[in-house]
């Protein structure tokens, strides 16, 4: 694909296909890692869980001897209704 660096505001972009990213796997506003090696400017799509937690794992996490309990957070602060 041939593109052209373009300025958008103060800062400089490139434009890229949607097939291109498809290939990739990358959509509109997924985060990109940006390096460069050896004079190339390297994208590569940074890949996690949606939300960044798993919440089977979290559960897997929690003793089977915990048991929870009541916090005394103290009187109000400013308009809270309680």
Do not use: F
Not at 26 to 50: E, F, K, L, M
Not at 68 to 76: H, Q, R
């Amino acid at each position: 694909m041939l593109t052209r660096v373009q300025k958008w505001g103060n800062s400089q972009g490139l434009r890229l296909s949607k097939e291109l990213l498809s290939e990739v796997d990358i959509s509109v506003g997924d985060a990109v890692h940006v390096t460069v090696r050896d004079g190339s400017i390297i994208i590569t799509p940074v890949h996690r869980i949606r939300g960044g937690l798993d919440l089977r794992e979290l559960v897997r996490r929690i003793p089977k001897d915990y048991r929870p309990e009541e916090l005394e957070w103290g009187g109000p602060v400013g308009r809270e209704v309680w």
